[in-house]
């Protein structure tokens, strides 16, 4: 099951473990800025998300610029990878992370959206449409080998009124941990 390209993504309410950003329950609605929202599946201990932080604090820049928000989800069985717990994820935070991170602790969002990786990315028009699926780029691992930067594109067509020209990609990354 999950999201496909078209969908209206369905909403949720789930706890922010960063509190200088967002609400401490945070929806899909709330997320959602003027012209739509992307919404990161991700989490502590992955070495393909670790790799990506800056990547993925410049794209929340670039999205609240272009009055899009971001928000990431962390969806992994904690008690199995406790480096991914609440605890962990706000500690994250607190080193600058300028987008609302928030717990899927039951997993259910994971699975609604048809999450697997971390990162996975989902782009949302203004009516929470999926308008993108997949990754943010073709090298999460090793920022200087990047070659394609597909969430951008899509993000940049979205902005001038066009189809996205690659609306789905695989994720690259570790799977998420399911309980």
């Not at 960063?18 to 919404?39: A, F, P, R, T």
């Not at 989490?43 to 794209?59: E, F, G, I, K, T």
């Not at 706000?90 to 602790?105: F, I, N």
């Not at 951008?152 to 189809?163: E, N, P, R």
């Amino acid at each position: 099951m999950g999201l496909n390209i078209g969908d209206k993504a369905p909403e949720f309410n789930l706890k922010n473990a960063n509190q200088n950003v967002g609400n401490q329950i945070q929806s899909l609605e709330n997320s959602l800025m003027e012209k739509g929202c992307v919404v990161v599946f991700e989490c502590n201990h992955c070495p393909y998300v670790v790799a990506s932080v800056d990547r993925l604090n410049n794209m929340a820049e670039y999205c609240k610029l272009n009055k899009i928000g971001f928000i990431g989800i962390s969806a992994n069985d904690a008690e199995n990878y406790p480096s991914d717990s609440f605890e962990n994820m706000v500690k994250r935070s607190e080193k600058e992370m300028p987008y609302a991170y928030l717990y899927d602790e039951t997993q259910e969002v994971a699975a609604a959206w048809g999450a697997k990786r971390t990162p996975e990315f989902f782009l949302l028009d203004s009516n929470a449409t999926v308008v993108y699926h997949g990754r943010m780029d073709d090298n999460p691992r090793d920022p200087t080998k990047v070659k394609t930067s597909e969430l951008k594109d899509a993000i940049d067509a979205m902005l001038s009124g066009q189809t996205p020209p690659v609306q789905i990609t695989d994720a690259i990354g570790c799977s998420v941990k399911w309980k």
